[in-house]
């Protein structure tokens, strides 16, 4: 799968996929089951690309005669309903979107039906899992089993005000030096007063401790022991590093940055920034990819048509790891119409209904996608993507159930640094030693 | 305990169901207190049992003994620390505006009760405090929203840059307490009305002849005729503050950590976003230790009122 | 008073009414825009009115929570009523020992915050198969205001003349015919305003319905709350939501406002 690189054989992957689901395509009524006056619910996020998901579903009712209703909710809520239906062993969704960030934690709780028995039974050419980027469809995978099929995967881009880099005859930024020294161009000697340089998630809490994850391995740094890019046992040893030289020097790079963002960015998250410069307050953000369609659109955004995207950067002497993260479909292990749901993700996660699904707004996860002629002319940002989905780690963030309470905890202190409320050292010392407590009840430490 | 005590005083009519009255009794005032048994001193006991496990909701089934160490850890969790200070400033900071603003408010609406207009004002004055907790939330959610907020766009046109109100820590808490403020003041006004409207206007008169100050007034005509409600309404503004909890869930999302933790908040993210139900029975135990306290006294007091 | 007098005063009622009513109306003004106009800095005042777009999106796909959230109100409302009703009458005209303490615990109940008893109500509803249901939110519902229909009901029955009651069970008319045929009737705006505050109290609650329900029971406040996310805040839907959710409790103060000051400080205020 690393093999296929290239843009060559990325093409020639395009060509199979293509060949493939072309061949395939009045196969569907065969291939699926008749499921005439069965209801499939889908649980999922309420994220941009639910329009596209919602979109879809007449097509696959067509087919089987399933009706499928699509019910979004927002990001804590999701985690809350998934676990605590599952835990009263609920059957009312039948197909479930799930953060990879979570998966252990589902997993252990035994909320999903592992898919590595079906796709394994299935026809490769429909489930075509070498064509899924690496990167991200790690993170479909818990205890070395396929759980589920990973069907929305996002990656850090660096949205940049194209016009005004061109103006100031900038180029965008490729190291931590190059971008402080754009943000505070911007926010200091461009001569616009409200146009800041960049905006990170800097709020306490969540925002704060995913943006540590989201820039440590960029940062040249670690989060825990053995989880580095490539490590083949990343939950092997995870005494914590918070507070090494690495991770202090990050945080430090964060509180200098808070000159050059937008007034208040210290309490800024996803949506904050994601407004800030869709109203054209701020030249640079680090944002997922799911909201770039949602900046390039003249309806929410003043700077449709004058941005562009690069890679994540990376500090002297570190390569970009790109963060990577998003939702994995999978099913519900109490769900009564698993085999309809199966149907329903075989279908839905095929590279065919893939390329529709992303021309609708949805967000690649394939590499038929990423280097599709159609999705590219009408994306521009997906080349860059791809070239940024090579790179990424997908344990960049842990994946247990312990995860949430460890990703707010680092959060709070992070952002005490930040605000100056203490040392970056001082911060991190105390996220360190949070973290350890937590991660010894939950028995991760010994 | 409480509970306990109401079904003994219930046992005299459960042990002679023969004689027609107490038959009558039993019929009529039996189901409503059993209902609230069920509904109280169940989740209460059940609540103590669980703070002294290890418990996650995931995974009941392997829940272990510990204890008090629940409890001992929660008074050792700077968070929970800081969630008590938090509910504490929010409660005293919020009543102690809301009387103060409420006070003027009245006065305002009392010189004007004869008058057509005031009235029609005055009804529209009090909307706030019966609308939906999580749509005020979102209200003020919009308008205070960093970037498409319309309250930092009218400040930017004097000249002031808004703060981000709800994200950063300094704010946080007071840009909630505001919140507060704003639902609950006319809620405030009507009970200092309800009192204001009570002094015969002979006494305004003679205070004038006798060329009393405004705040000779206010200190001895107003203050006494009205301390009666204002003690009634802090007492329920107590109890409500300590159940706060739609307002900080839209506006801080839930993730914003310790700047606007209350009790109920941590209670909440413990138990259904951590899902560790051990520790989060313990906070709540101690959340219905602190309320049944001020319980008491409230309830001293409305008895005393109503009579 | 002076006119001049008067006229200050006015200005500075509609000064404060304006604090009190601003935030609103601007929300209820954002139903009515594009997405586009929401966004825009410097802002759109007054917007189209015929543009219901917003409307129709959010109930095309949400009318059946809204549904939900009106039968489990009223539910909530009816059995509350019913239990309370007879439990007012006879705390106010039976004579028992311990007869002061048990309306006092009654009270005390409600001051209970719902977080406290969330696991354990979970943990039946669990237990019992109910949860996500409307009856569980209605069992809930009814019994968290129980106590607050039951307190100021009694305010209610006690103005009822003693000699009133008296005279109907001379007449031989049973407990339950007194109750009915006499204290009812004679209670009954009284009654109706303890049962429109218990609707207002069951349709704003949040807290209960967030776990309880998932997707059958789900009620109208959990919808809103949902439209606010991570990587997106949908303000066009909030703001049309929001029209829909504030309508009942805007309507009610405005009607009732006689009765709110005693309603809310359970009788012990009289307005």
Not at chain 1, 383 to 395: F, G, I, M, R
Not at chain 2, 251 to 268: C, I, N
Not at chain 3, 32 to 48: C, E, G, L, R, S
Not at chain 3, 228 to 252: G, M, N, R
Request: aromatic share 12%; proline share 6%.
């Amino acid at each position: 799968m690393n093999r296929l690189s290239n843009t060559l054989k990325g093409a020639t992957a395009l060509a199979l996929a293509l060949s493939a689901t072309q061949a395939m395509a009045q196969d569907w009524n065969a291939e699926l089951g008749d499921y005439a006056g069965t209801t499939l619910r889908v649980q999922t996020i309420q994220d941009p690309f639910i329009d596209a998901l919602k979109g879809m579903t007449p097509t696959f009712t067509g087919f089987t005669g399933a009706e499928v209703t699509v019910e979004g909710f927002g990001y804590d809520p999701l985690h809350e309903k998934q676990i605590l239906s599952c835990s009263q062993k609920d059957n009312q969704y039948d197909v479930l979107f799930v953060d990879g960030i979570w998966l252990g934690e589902f997993v252990d709780a035994g909320c999903i039906e592992p898919v590595a028995d079906r796709v394994a039974a299935a026809d490769p050419a429909i489930m075509a899992m070498d064509d899924y980027v690496p990167s991200f469809a790690g993170q479909a995978s818990w205890n070395g089993t396929l759980q589920c099929l990973p069907i929305a995967g996002y990656w850090h881009l660096m949205h940049y005000r194209k016009d005004l880099f061109d103006a100031a005859g900038l180029k965008a930024p490729t190291t931590f030096a190059e971008l402080a020294a754009a943000a505070k161009y911007f926010a200091e000697e461009d001569g616009d007063p409200e146009m800041a340089g960049v905006a990170m998630n800097f709020q306490r809490g969540s925002a704060a401790g995913q943006n540590f994850f989201e820039w440590i391995y960029s940062g040249g740094g670690k989060p825990w022991e053995s989880n580095f890019p490539g490590s083949a046992e990343p939950y092997a040893d995870q005494t914590p590093l918070f507070n090494s030289p690495e991770s202090v020097a990050l945080v430090q790079f964060f509180k200098d940055m808070v000159p050059f963002g937008p007034p208040g960015v210290e309490s800024f998250a996803w949506d904050e920034r994601a407004n800030a410069f869709m109203q054209g307050k701020v030249a640079m953000i680090n944002a997922w990819s799911v909201q770039t369609p949602m900046f390039n659109d003249p309806a929410t955004s003043k700077v449709a048509g004058k941005f562009d995207v690069a890679m994540f950067p990376h500090a002297e002497g570190a390569t970009s790891v790109p963060p990577v993260g998003g939702w994995v479909m999978c099913i519900n292990a109490h769900s009564e119409q698993k085999d309809a749901a199966w149907d329903f993700m075989k279908w839905f996660a095929n590279p065919a209904t893939h390329k529709d699904f992303v021309l609708a707004g949805g967000p690649p996860s394939r590499v038929s996608a990423m280097t599709d002629a159609d999705i590219t002319a009408a994306q521009f940002w997906v080349p860059t993507l791809y070239e940024s989905a090579k790179l990424a780690w997908s344990e960049l963030r842990p994946r247990h159930a312990a995860t949430f309470e460890m990703i707010d905890a680092l959060g709070l202190q992070v952002n005490r640094a930040i605000v100056g409320e203490a040392a970056p050292q001082e911060a991190m010392d105390e996220a360190n030693a949070a973290i350890t407590e937590i991660l010894t009840d939950a028995g991760y430490l010994k | 305990m409480a509970q306990l005590a109401a079904s003994t005083a219930l046992a005299p009519a459960l042990r002679a169901p023969a004689d027609p009255e107490r038959r009558a009794m039993l019929v009529f005032i039996v189901p409503a207190v059993i209902y609230l048994l069920l509904l109280s001193v169940f989740p209460f006991i059940y609540s103590v049992y669980l703070s002294l496990h290890d418990a996650k909701l995931t995974q009941m089934a392997r829940k272990k003994f510990v204890g008090f160490e629940n409890y001992v850890d929660l008074l050792t969790d700077p968070l929970f620390l800081k969630s008590i200070q938090n509910t504490a400033v929010l409660t005293v900071g919020s009543i102690a505006l809301e009387v103060i603003l409420a006070f003027f408010c009245a006065k305002v609406f009392l010189s004007l009760k004869e008058n057509r207009t005031g009235q029609v004002m005055r009804s529209m004055a009090i909307l706030p405090m019966m609308i939906t907790p999580i749509c005020v939330g979102l209200i003020f959610g919009y308008i205070l929203n960093p970037t498409l907020g319309i309250a930092n766009y009218l400040l930017s046109g004097v000249g002031i840059d808004g703060p981000s109100w709800f994200g950063d820590p300094a704010w946080a808490l007071p840009t909630v307490i505001a919140i507060n403020v704003w639902q609950w003041t006319p809620f405030m006004m009507l009970l200092m009305l309800a009192g204001l409207v009570s002094i015969p206007s002979s006494l305004y008169e003679a205070a004038e002849l006798e060329g009393a100050k405004w705040h000779h007034v206010a200190r001895w005509i107003e203050l006494p005729a009205i301390r009666d409600v204002i003690l009634i309404g802090i007492i329920l503004r107590v109890i409500d503050n300590l159940k706060l909890f739609d307002i900080v869930y839209v506006t801080t999302r839930g993730g914003r950590s310790d700047a606007t933790e209350l009790v109920t908040f941590f209670t909440y993210r413990q138990q259904f976003q951590f899902f560790k139900v051990g520790y989060g029975s313990a906070a709540a135990v101690i959340i219905l230790l602190i309320s049944i306290l001020v319980t008491t006294i409230a309830v001293k007091y409305l008895r005393r009122m109503q009579k | 008073m002076t006119n001049q007098n008067v006229g200050f005063k006015l200005l500075a009622a509609a000064f404060i009414t304006f604090i009190f009513t601003a935030p609103i109306l601007w929300m209820v003004l954002s139903a009515f825009k594009t997405i586009n106009d929401i966004y825009a800095i410097p802002p759109v005042w007054i917007p189209d009115f015929t543009y219901l777009d917003n409307f129709k999106l959010l109930l095309s796909e949400n009318w059946e929570f809204l549904l939900n959230s009106v039968i489990v109100t009223l539910g909530a409302t009816a059995l509350c009523m019913i239990f309370a009703l007879p439990a007012a009458f006879g705390l106010v005209n039976f004579r028992f020992r311990g007869q002061e303490f048990l309306a006092d615990w009654i009270l005390s109940t409600r001051m209970m915050p719902p977080i406290a008893a969330a696991v354990p109500i979970f943990i039946v509803f669990n237990t019992l198969g109910m949860l996500d249901t409307l009856p569980a939110l209605i069992l809930v519902y009814a019994g968290f205001n129980l106590p607050f229909a039951v307190w100021v009901s009694m305010s209610f029955f006690r103005n009822i003349p003693k000699e009133v009651i008296e005279a109907a069970r001379v007449e031989g008319c049973t407990w339950f015919q007194t109750f009915r045929l006499v204290a009812l009737p004679l209670a009954k705006s009284g009654i109706a305003t303890v049962a429109t505050f218990v609707f207002i109290f069951a349709w704003n609650e949040l807290l209960l319905s967030l776990f309880l329900t998932s997707r059958e029971a789900k009620t109208f406040p959990v919808v809103i709350s949902s439209f606010s996310t991570v990587t997106k805040t949908y303000w066009e839907l909030i703001s049309a939501a929001t029209i829909i959710q504030i309508l009942p409790p805007v309507i009610f103060t405005l009607l009732m406002q006689r009765h709110i000051v005693s309603g809310l400080t359970m009788g012990a205020v009289k307005n």
